[in-house]
């Protein structure tokens, strides 16, 4: 029978508090930054950031500029950082800013094509890096890390100069990126010692508007000088191989008001020592994180294994418990350098609890360890249109949970939705995805949001004594639908679109676009239910609609039986005589949307592959395929030539489409050689918290399977070598030199960067089967075999496409 679910919105958001916190922005500033309690402000207006993290000192310095504008492309506004203190001073007392560990330049690339930067200097990190970042040779002293001991303080201070210099003239008073800065990293119960770094790092010269910390595990901060950050991730890395997937990721993928996640750094926390009480904070602070989980590292012990639609649901399902900044931890991932003195990744040897790959930290990300474009990347751009469009309207909007609802996180049987709302408008939120323990579909489902009805008076400059506005409840679809296993979605519930009022639409709304002098909002179907939109008769003059039924009922213009794709634009003439357009997107295309400033103009583009937007003038296709396209809306004025060829464009619905085709060769053939069979596994031994340690570089030498691969010396830069593999670690080397790592988690190995004509060497060992690793679903048998079955270059290329 229907299941009808309902939200009865009783009041008005209370408005927020502000002028009660110590942030400022520089007096001359020309879109001032301040936090309120609910929500941050820029130039005055409601703003929804995103950051996401990308390690400067873990990729090429060369390669920044290009990353950086993938990130932009994906919707990333503001790029957050460690700065790694024993990436720059392993060697005490030589402090390095060249090559991969130019801060001023990575900063500098930022400010250039209009990105926020977020350093988050420390000391320590985390970050899966040795000692937390701390150098070998602090510790080394006699002092106290990580407090007011004046013997830990004099380095912590003279790093900060250090930093400071880099950053001259690069803060918000000189124009510069610098939005904000992190102090330390989940240190959760000394709230002296945090106010004391903030304290030397603003005397040592640095400042930004917003001091932030990481919130999570009850922290204690010192008053209001630091803004708390939150996170949540889908796995982890660093609890028990046999403990299951963790509660404390689990209830990521619930509505909730709840922003702790007491789970992240756990491992690093002991349990006796409690924090302040979760959420304490909540009253005089936005909800804003810093970490949400773009991916998940792998642990020896431990190799979770994520899947896009993971990290969709993760983020759409914060935004629909009240997040006002999403914050991606990583958004691109890196991979160790090599360190001069010791290997540079967290582990056993060092006292850490974990032992993690020496080199890679590809994380799993959106952008992966070589650039690499995974599908979470997709899922996550789609939801970032929607905030740089609607952001400023979403950011003020409370989130309101329905009465039925999920009271235990093991709950799998109630539907999982919330609204975000100002009380006559808003965004309606469902998440029917989970790893791990799938959700069933959801038959017969129907909303009604109940508005309180809004009187003029009760804003401020409207007239007391009319009739009330926007009173009643909105009911949709027009008919109850299945809400399918694994979908995740937002809905507008009466969005304004240029004068016209969108009552409400089963398809989530992505951006705008101007086509032909009208307003066109771009919608994303959901797969496995019908797209409808329903508008406010009153504000409509005359609809068109390439297919369906368009009805009227009670006042509201219904189209219905619509076929989402590159034509199903449905044209609207307003009241007030504005023109807008609809046009509904399958969901497959709408993941292929990006938007950009392109050869004179804002434009749309769809295409399957990468794409990045350079200075207005040229835009990159990403591909490792050798054939591929995109689709541009508005068309250009001018033709366009794609490395120089002009190249014509062909209808795509109310698109206009261009083919691209590689001129050069095919990826060169990969020949593999077994050069030894593996020997018996290494017996399993354990550091930290009784853990299973990596075994022995010992067995690389003696028992792992070797295999041989030649690098071409023809091979094309951005290559790839891809590697069909089994066993439990993987070790490549050129010479004796370690290049890449791997611990086995059941995906294809990908490893770049190899240098032409080297003779690459792979090893492998296999996984004991008494060894405590949590290897994920259907790989743990295979990793007790030790084997490569299959090697292939993928080339990756970029054409540039221009106009004129």
């Avoid at 130019?102 to 094509?113: M, N, T, W, Y």
């Avoid at 003020?396 to 996180?409: D, H, I």
């Avoid at 017996?683 to 022995?696: L, N, Q």
């Avoid at 593999?725 to 290049?739: C, E, I, K, N, P």
């Amino acid at each position: 029978m229907p299941r009808p679910h309902r939200l009865h919105l009783t009041t008005h958001p209370a408005p927020p508090v502000a002028g009660h916190l110590p942030f400022a922005d520089t007096p001359n500033a020309p879109d001032p930054i301040a936090v309120t309690s609910s929500w941050l402000t820029r130039g005055g207006r409601p703003w929804f950031p995103v950051s996401g993290e990308f390690h400067y000192s873990r990729y090429p310095a060369a390669e920044w500029e290009e990353e950086l504008l993938k990130m932009k492309a994906g919707g990333v506004t503001a790029v957050a950082g460690y700065l790694i203190w024993i990436h720059h001073e392993e060697v005490e007392g030589r402090v390095r800013f060249d090559g991969d560990l130019d801060l001023r330049r990575f900063a500098e690339l930022c400010a250039r094509h209009g990105l926020d930067f977020i350093p988050r200097i420390g000391p320590w990190s985390h970050a899966e890096v040795r000692n937390g970042g701390l150098p070998d040779w602090l510790l080394a002293r006699d002092c106290t890390p990580r407090t007011d001991d004046p013997a830990y303080l004099e380095p912590v201070r003279d790093w900060f100069v250090a930093i400071a210099e880099q950053l001259g003239g690069l803060d918000r008073a000189h124009g510069g990126p610098v939005i904000a800065i992190q102090i330390e990293n989940e240190l959760y119960d000394q709230p002296g010692h945090l106010l004391t770094l903030k304290r030397m790092a603003q005397e040592a010269g640095l400042s930004a508007p917003l001091w932030t910390s990481t919130a999570w595990g009850g922290v204690q901060l010192p008053g209001d000088e630091l803004f708390p950050l939150y996170g949540g991730y889908p796995e982890a890395f660093w609890t028990e191989a046999d403990g299951g997937w963790p509660d404390t990721c689990r209830k990521h993928f619930f509505f909730t008001h709840q922003r702790d996640d007491e789970g992240i750094g756990a491992d690093l926390r002991p349990t006796t020592v409690r924090g302040g009480a979760p959420d304490a904070l909540a009253d005089r602070f936005p909800w804003a994180t810093c970490e949400l989980g773009g991916g998940m590292a792998v642990a020896y012990h431990r190799r979770p294994r994520l899947d896009a639609a993971d990290i969709g649901a993760l983020g759409l399902t914060k935004i629909g418990c009240g997040s006002v900044w999403q914050g991606y931890y990583m958004f691109h991932g890196g991979t160790n350098p090599a360190g001069e003195l010791s290997p540079l990744q967290e582990s056993h040897a060092t006292g850490y609890p974990n032992d993690l790959p020496v080199l890679t930290y590809d994380f799993q990300a959106p952008l992966g360890e070589y650039g690499q474009y995974r599908p979470s990347y997709d899922e996550l751009r789609l939801q970032h249109l929607l905030l740089a469009e609607f952001g400023h309207l979403v950011a003020p909007m409370e989130s309101v949970l329905p009465e039925v609802r999920p009271q235990v996180q093991h709950d799998r049987d109630t539907l999982r939705w919330a609204v975000r709302t100002d009380g006559a408008s808003g965004f309606l939120f469902v998440n029917n995805h989970q790893p791990h323990e799938p959700l069933p579909d959801r038959p017969d489902t129907s909303f009604t949001v109940e508005f309180r009805a809004e009187y003029p008076g009760e804003i401020p400059g409207e007239i007391p004594g009319e009739l009330p506005r926007f009173a009643g409840a909105l009911t949709l679809p027009s008919s109850p639908v299945t809400v399918p296993a694994g979908a995740y979605f937002c809905w507008p519930l009466r969005l304004d679109v240029a004068g016209l009022r969108l009552e409400w639409a089963t398809a989530q709304p992505v951006c705008t676009v101007a086509l032909d002098g009208r307003t066109v909002l771009v919608l994303a179907a959901t797969d496995g239910i019908a797209p409808e939109v329903a508008l406010d008769a009153g504000t409509v003059r005359s609809v068109g609609a390439p297919s369906g039924d368009v009805t009227e009922i009670d006042g509201r213009i219904l189209v219905a039986g619509l076929r989402p794709g590159t034509d199903a634009l449905v044209e609207v003439d307003t009241a007030d005589g504005e023109r807008v357009g609809l046009l509904v997107l399958d969901a497959a295309t709408a993941r292929t949307v990006y938007r950009g400033q392109a050869w004179g103009a804002e434009r749309l583009v769809l295409c399957a592959d990468g794409v990045v937007f350079d200075g207005g003038d040229e835009v990159r296709v990403h591909s490792t395929a050798v054939r591929s396209s995109f689709a541009v809306l508005p068309a250009p004025e001018r033709a366009l030539t794609v490395d120089g060829v002009p190249v014509a464009g062909e209808a795509d619905g109310i698109f206009t489409r261009y083919s691209l085709v590689t001129g050069g060769s095919a990826a060169p053939e990969a020949r593999l050689t077994l050069v030894r069979p593996a020997g018996p596994a290494p017996e399993p031994s354990t550091g930290g918290p009784a853990r299973a340690s990596v075994p022995a570089d010992k067995y690389f030498d003696t028992v792992a399977a070797e295999y041989g691969v030649d690098v071409p010396e023809d091979l094309p830069e951005g290559s790839l070598l891809r590697l069909d593999w089994t066993g439990d670690v993987g070790r490549a080397y050129v010479g004796d030199t370690l290049v890449a790592d791997q611990f086995f988690t059941g995906r294809v190995w990908e490893i770049g960067r190899l240098p032409a004509g080297a003779a690459l060497r792979v090893r492998v060992l296999p996984l004991h089967p008494d060894a405590k690793v949590h290897v994920p679903d259907g790989a743990g048998e295979a990793a007790r075999t030790a084997a490569v079955t299959r090697a292939e270059w993928v080339t990756s290329r970029a054409w540039a496409v221009r106009s004129g």
